[in-house]
């Protein structure tokens, strides 16, 4: 899509009751069925979007920290939260298509390990530290953010693998699964995020702090062939009620947040889909963002 059919979107969810707009942070995408292709650039993408958004959160679904040097990719983080005004959401994983590292020439070996000192070196310049770190992968030597951040944005970790967690939980403010990781359904969402509520214990951390939040694929458009379908991981489909009726299930399961996979993801179908948000929030006696 292009930057005025974007615009357009991130306007119709501000206006049809959404708290939050994300991009995917990816490069390119082949040899899956489809024709090549790929996103635009994310971070350049978000800026823009800060400036064109005033209540929306905005974040990558996640951030590939192998993408960019830690370094440079906090001062990205800082900047477009400040142009957000702190409504950043620094939303990170490790990455996992192997075909846009290779593509770009981005190691794709010991991606845990890469994930671990970037992941170390991101939290702490984001938090006002000036960091040394000489590790395997990455190297920063007294570096600092400046000019100095005036808050630092959320923190998110999106993945279920067991080292990512245990490296990542005593620090972030919020968790995030993907729809086929759970099987689109309340009671695989409650499954994933009893195993977080654990890794947190473990990790010293009080379960309670940490948020929690789930993507739903939702089909708006049965016609729509924009995302697979799979007897694992069913979208939730209906009239907009019985939608509403499926995101508050997640809610009851334990998703503080639920990110909308729309299909087909068109400003039709976010303007459609304020009406299931209407029902949820007026059902949860609460008001929008």
């Known amino acids: 899509m292009r930057w005025a059919e974007m615009v357009a979107m991130a306007r ?7 708290s939050s707009v994300w991009l995917g942070d990816h490069l390119l995408y082949r040899d899956d069925g489809h024709p090549e292709r790929g996103p635009w650039d994310a971070w350049t993408m978000l800026a823009g979007l800060a400036a064109e958004t005033e209540h929306v959160r905005l974040g990558p679904l996640v951030a590939c920290l192998g993408f960019h040097p830690p370094g440079v990719l906090a001062r990205m983080a800082a ?7 702190g409504r950043l959401v620094l939303g990170v994983g490790a990455g996992w298509n192997e075909t846009e590292f290779r593509a770009f020439g981005i190691p794709f070996d010991h991606r845990v390990g890469r994930f671990e000192e970037a992941f170390d ?3 702490r310049l984001l938090d006002g530290e000036r960091v040394t770190a000489r590790g395997r992968f990455w190297q920063v030597e007294d570096a600092v953010l400046l000019p100095v951040p005036a808050r630092r944005p959320t923190l998110m970790v999106g993945s279920s693998g067991e080292r990512v967690l245990r490296m990542t939980l005593p620090h972030v403010d919020a968790w995030n699964t993907w729809y086929d990781l759970f099987g689109n359904t309340p009671d695989g969402f409650a499954r994933e995020n009893a195993k977080i509520t654990s890794a947190a214990e473990l990790a010293g951390r009080d379960p309670s702090d940490i948020q929690r939040s789930a993507c739903a694929l939702v089909l708006v458009d049965p016609a729509s062939k924009e995302r697979p379908r799979s007897a694992d991981h069913p979208p939730l489909e209906g ?24 299909d087909p993801i068109t400003e039709g179908s976010i303007r459609a889909l304020g009406e299931a948000v209407a029902i949820v929030t007026r059902n949860a006696g609460v008001t929008a963002r």
């Open 79 to 85: 900047s477009v939260n400040e142009i957000a005004d």
């Open 121 to 123: 070196i991101v939290r």
């Open 239 to 262: 009239s907009m009620a019985t939608i509403a009726r499926g995101l508050s299930e997640l809610g009851e399961a334990g998703a503080h947040e639920v990110i909308i996979v729309a």
């Open 12 to 18: 119709a969810a501000e206006a049809s009751g959404f």
